[in-house]
């Protein structure tokens, strides 16, 4: 009888089990149910939140599509001003190889002819508190239109901060509404009826909670999963091909993956003054002849410190090239731009750079945002990751693209000057030339920038910190750096510009160089006929410009080859002695 019982027993229980594991099994299928709606959900406020990014893309249409799709793109979209100005690229693309006509609107008021070509990109550097309008056309009746990209000026003011403060406040609205959906869908999705009376809290744990631990074990696994996706070179793959970090990864990994040519190479550094003033492709027309090739990594709001960081990822031997040239000269870096920086830097950036980074912004705020994007690289990629969320099919097919990659070398500079208008700085009246067109008048007046004196000792403090630190870096290499200074403009009375350049760095880091231009070397160049607004050079004066730097590097060549090899080894050596005890 007792066995029977038992018998009883043990498969009332096996039944029992069975039944509660068949049970247990469908609060788990729920609570993955639970999860991938909370997760679908999440993931639709992301891109929510996304379209209100401060560089979306206004349609799909804005990015830049394969080589047979017409494209036009602004880089940034959304621009921050700086004492009410700030500036934008503007590239376009046709497709097809035919004539473009890009026109401009301001605020819907009437459209003017911004510019013209196949393809090609031009800076505007007059954006202000209002919405623009760049269209591509087919024609220049404005019949067929191709592609067209929006830019909004966005001021620093109150207003703008309350927008983005409600923004922000929308955006933590919007995560805690989710998370509390998310745990009321798995608390709904377990098994049994409905609590509503709950038990009351337990004073104390059967288990040691380890606070301290698991919150140190989940910054870890915070860390690593930011090293895996962003540290790791996935992410920079898919970055945008036209946003400041997209670019800067682009053209110095072509850089670092470029085989090398068997001559002597030549770098160019520098910002948009070079990107306009300097032709590669003509300084290596003028220099295949003593054996020399030019490559130019110039490129538009880049800083001295970030020139460290591109010469350390394509050369990381300090032996690649026979020169270096750095330019220097009176500028302005505006501290609102921190975030700007930080980004297009981003992707050359190391764990170890976390201090020295951080040390070249001039805000706490700025140097405290750098010291993280060096450990949290995700950090410098926010705007990024918004539009890929927001646009992840355009994104694709911007990555694919390949027909701008030769942008670059096609570029030949622009093609009108600012002869017979002038300045008055003292009215700040303007009288131009009837030649200009309204959109060229619009892109001079905006230009007429007078930054603050902060921001132009700021640009003197990155020159003299961070030029150094890339003379440093060859300072054991038989790489010769070249410091060059930049025209400072057509309209020398310009506020802020027309300090000489002996102001910029001190004479003891120009001592040295192996060889430094006289500081009035491109002092024939600032006349109106060479400019195309106050700060850039045109079509004529990129060729002049070129041609004088190549015609000094090439001399200073000659000269170093001509000498004994036992000659410039010892020349060599006292030159680094020198440097040495002045460094001392």
Request: net charge positive; aromatic share 10%; with cysteine.
């Amino acid at each position: 009888m007792r066995n029977r019982e038992a018998g009883m027993t043990g498969h009332a229980h096996k039944s029992f089990h069975r039944q509660r594991r068949i049970w247990s099994v469908i609060p788990k299928i729920r609570l993955m149910m639970a999860a991938i709606v909370a997760l679908l959900a999440i993931c639709w406020g992301t891109m929510v939140t996304a379209r209100a990014a401060p560089q979306q893309n206004e349609t799909s249409s804005n990015s830049p599509g394969l080589s047979h799709v017409p494209t036009i793109t602004a880089n940034p979209e959304r621009v921050m001003l700086t004492n009410g100005r700030g500036s934008t690229h503007i590239e376009w693309d046709t497709g097809t190889g035919s004539m473009g006509f890009v026109f401009l609107t301001e605020d819907g008021g009437k459209p003017l002819p911004f510019a013209s070509g196949s393809l090609g990109t031009q800076l505007a550097p007059w954006i202000g508190d209002h919405r623009y309008v760049f269209e591509l056309y087919g024609d220049d009746q404005r019949q067929t239109l191709l592609a067209k990209v929006a830019v909004l000026g966005s001021a620093q003011n109150t207003s703008s901060r309350q927008t983005v403060s409600w923004q922000l406040v929308g955006r933590w609205a919007l995560i805690i509404g989710l998370a509390a959906l998310s745990y009321f869908a798995v608390y709904l999705s377990s098994a049994g009826p409905v609590r509503t009376v709950f038990p009351t809290e337990p004073k104390t744990s059967p288990r040691q909670l380890h606070v301290s631990r698991n919150l140190l074990l989940g910054m870890v696994a915070f860390v690593c999963v930011d090293a895996a996706v962003f540290h790791s070179g996935v992410y920079v793959s898919i970055l945008a091909p036209n946003s400041y970090a997209g670019r800067i990864w682009r053209i110095t990994r072509a850089e670092k993956q470029r085989a090398s040519s068997g001559l002597k190479e030549v770098l160019v550094l520098g910002d948009s003054r070079i990107a306009e003033g300097f032709s590669a492709t003509l300084a290596n027309e003028l220099g295949s002849p003593d054996g020399l090739r030019f490559i130019s990594l110039a490129e538009p709001a880049a800083s001295a410190n970030t020139w460290y960081y591109m010469v350390r990822e394509v050369d990381p031997t300090g032996r690649r090239y026979a020169a270096i040239v750095i330019p220097y000269g009176i500028g302005y870096e505006p501290s609102s731009a921190d975030g700007l920086r930080i980004s297009m830097t981003a992707p050359l950036l190391r764990y170890s750079d976390c201090f020295n980074f951080a040390s070249g912004f001039q805000r706490w705020s700025g140097g405290a945002r750098a010291f993280v994007a060096c450990i949290l690289r995700g950090s410098a990629y926010q705007d990024d990751v918004a539009d890929l969320l927001a646009h992840p099919v355009a994104r694709m097919i911007s990555i694919r693209e390949t027909g701008k990659v030769h942008a670059r070398r096609e570029y030949k500079g622009r093609d009108y000057d600012l002869v017979g208008t002038s300045y008055d700085a003292a009215t700040g009246q303007v009288t131009f030339a009837p030649k200009l067109t309204e959109a060229q008048r619009l892109a001079f007046r905006k230009s007429l920038i007078k930054p603050s004196q902060s921001d132009t000792e700021y640009s003197l403090k990155l020159q003299r910190d961070w030029i150094p630190r890339i003379m440093d870096r060859y300072s054991q290499s038989p790489t010769a750096i070249v410091l060059t200074p930049l025209p400072r403009g057509p309209y020398l009375a310009l506020g802020g510009f027309s300090g000489g350049h002996e102001s910029v760095l001190p004479s003891s880091v120009i001592h040295r160089t192996n060889f430094a231009l006289p500081e009035h070397t491109f002092d024939f160049l600032e006349q109106p006929e060479n400019y195309f607004d106050a700060f850039h050079l045109n079509a004529k004066g990129r060729q002049k410009f070129t041609e004088m730097l190549v015609s000094e590097v090439v001399g200073r060549v000659r000269s170093a080859d001509s000498k004994p090899q036992d000659n410039s080894e010892r020349q060599f050596a006292v030159n680094r002695g020198r440097a040495s005890d002045q460094a001392n």
